[in-house]
């Protein structure tokens, strides 16, 4: 019954609650492969790590539990007891994902969402109060191939596609793998489906990666995995990276020279900008760094401004950081995307990594269903600045993967 047949016929949206070192019934070959098989169901894994069998187990311990159990030779109390996780505290934790749960699924209040969404910030948490918390999402696969000898579906082959495909879809925040697939179809363009890797990321460790992997490779799309983060290249295998078609990130996430880790997008983390021409340089230094160490195949959200000075864009990047940046692709043999979303780069800044040799990939970088589009700005842009055949990236050939080129820095 519990074996990969068996849990696909579980349908039930699921909240799984373990903790990483439950050495009762497990957590790899336990809740963690429970998580992992119930492939048709919309489920979460909320995991204490280092916790074992007893986290955040009921609360309080009946009385009767603190006196010492001849029989048992031992106190039950131990049964309601964790040696790493404050047994309130914990219970607070699995209180507040449980409401937000029970609200989404029993009472259909949606704007519970955001507390199960994965990724940090954890909504609902205050700042530091998340270490040892991860929580991760897979989505429901509807159309489930169960048989064994069924080929899984091929990932198109690599070609050098332009706005016909694009590299950059997240299957999340309401758009199924399913509509994601019928999209593609419905307007001739080929998906990269990607899923976010990296320290408390949808994937923070090879497993999810696996398992989404394993998820995704039922669908006639390329499986992507977005590096997140600097610290990604610690976290997974080469074997697992190798598995993905191609690897992409972008320079949004980084530690300034005064040690303040940036996310670019989330205001409160860039603060204001005091001196942008310093913001400029210590942008352009961290990417080309990137470039230069991290093995990827291509660049997304390609020039992302904060919004503070997003306003100064054209300024702001001036010819020299322009020529950096575009130079340091091109020596790495990363593509760059011209993203649908914030529609970036710029045409003069596409115009200039065209001259360097740099390689173009649309993609969108959706947040759910609502704004995936058809490649409208990449098109504008490919027809702007003359983009051809051999300007554009395709995934790279079994063997060429930037994976399969260069270490992991470690
Ligand atoms: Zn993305």
């Given at each position: 019954?519990w074996n990969a047949?068996?849990?696909s016929?579980?349908t039930t949206?699921i909240?799984f609650?373990?903790g ?5 019934v497990?957590?790899e ?9 119930t492939a048709r169901a919309d ?9 074992a069998h ?13 006196a010492?159990?001849e029989?048992l030779?031992?106190?039950?109390f131990m049964?309601?007891?964790?040696g ?7 219970n ?6 449980a409401?937000?749960f029970?609200a ?5 209040e949606?704007d519970?969402?955001?507390?199960l ?5 954890l909504e609902g948490f205050?700042?530091r109060?998340?270490?040892g ?6 989505p429901a696969a509807?159309?489930?191939?169960l048989?064994a000898?069924?080929a ?6 690599p070609?050098?596609?332009g706005a016909k495909?694009d590299y950059?879809v997240?299957?999340k925040g309401?758009l199924?793998?399913?509509e994601a697939?019928?999209r593609?179809?419905a307007?001739?363009?080929t998906?990269g489906?990607a899923?976010?890797?990296?320290l408390n990321?949808?994937?923070?460790n ?9 998820a995704?490779?039922q669908?006639?799309?390329y499986?992507a ?7 990604w290249?610690t976290i997974?295998?080469n074997a697992t ?13 980084w530690t ?7 996310r ?7 603060g ?16 080309t760094?990137?470039?230069a ?7 997304v959200?390609p020039?992302?401004?904060p919004?503070?000075?997003r306003a ?13 940046l575009v ?9 760059m995307?011209?993203?649908?979303r914030?529609r970036?780069?710029?045409?003069s800044?596409?115009?200039?990594a065209?001259k360097?040799?740099v390689?173009?990939?649309?993609g ?7 704004d995936l589009?058809?490649n409208?700005?990449c098109?504008e842009m490919?027809k702007?600045c003359?983009?051809r ?6 995934p790279p050939?079994?063997g060429k993967k ?6 992991l820095p470690?």
């Amino acid at each position: 019954m519990w074996n990969a047949e068996g849990l696909s016929a579980v349908t039930t949206p699921i909240l799984f609650v373990a903790g990483s070192a439950d050495d009762i019934v497990g957590y790899e070959k336990g809740v963690r492969a429970l998580f992992q098989q119930t492939a048709r169901a919309d489920r979460h894994l909320l995991t204490f790590v280092n916790g074992a069998h007893n986290v955040a187990a009921p609360i309080p311990a009946p009385a009767e539990a603190w006196a010492y159990s001849e029989p048992l030779k031992n106190y039950p109390f131990m049964h309601y007891e964790d040696g790493v996780w404050s047994t309130v505290r914990s219970n607070n934790i699995l209180q507040h994902f449980a409401t937000a749960f029970l609200a989404i699924h029993l009472k259909g209040e949606a704007d519970k969402q955001a507390y199960l969404a994965v990724g940090a910030p954890l909504e609902g948490f205050k700042p530091r109060t998340t270490n040892g918390l991860t929580l991760e999402y897979l989505p429901a696969a509807k159309s489930l191939v169960l048989s064994a000898g069924v080929a899984a579906a091929q990932p198109p082959a690599p070609a050098p596609l332009g706005a016909k495909a694009d590299y950059h879809v997240h299957p999340k925040g309401g758009l199924t793998i399913e509509e994601a697939v019928r999209r593609s179809k419905a307007d001739g363009i080929t998906y990269g489906v990607a899923i976010n890797g990296g320290l408390n990321q949808p994937a923070p460790n090879a497993a999810a990666a696996e398992a989404f992997l394993q998820a995704m490779r039922q669908y006639p799309v390329y499986v992507a995995l977005q590096a997140e983060g600097r610290e990604w290249v610690t976290i997974f295998s080469n074997a697992t990276l190798a598995k993905f078609d191609y690897i992409f990130t972008d320079a949004m996430t980084w530690t300034d020279d005064a040690g303040r880790r940036m996310r670019l997008w989330i205001a409160e983390d860039v603060g204001a900008i005091a001196d942008p021409e310093r913001f400029m340089d210590t942008l352009v230094a961290r990417a080309t760094k990137i470039f230069a160490e991290e093995p990827v195949d291509l660049y997304v959200n390609p020039t992302f401004l904060p919004e503070v000075i997003r306003a100064e864009y054209d300024t702001l990047w001036t010819p020299a950081r322009v020529s950096r940046l575009v130079d340091g692709l091109a020596a790495s043999g990363i593509g760059m995307e011209i993203n649908n979303r914030y529609r970036i780069p710029s045409q003069s800044i596409i115009m200039a990594a065209k001259k360097a040799g740099v390689k173009f990939a649309c993609g969108t970088n959706n947040t759910g269903a609502q704004d995936l589009g058809r490649n409208e700005y990449c098109a504008e842009m490919i027809k702007a600045c003359d983009l051809r055949t051999e300007h554009f990236w395709a995934p790279p050939a079994e063997g060429k993967k930037a994976i399969q080129r260069k270490p992991l820095p470690r």
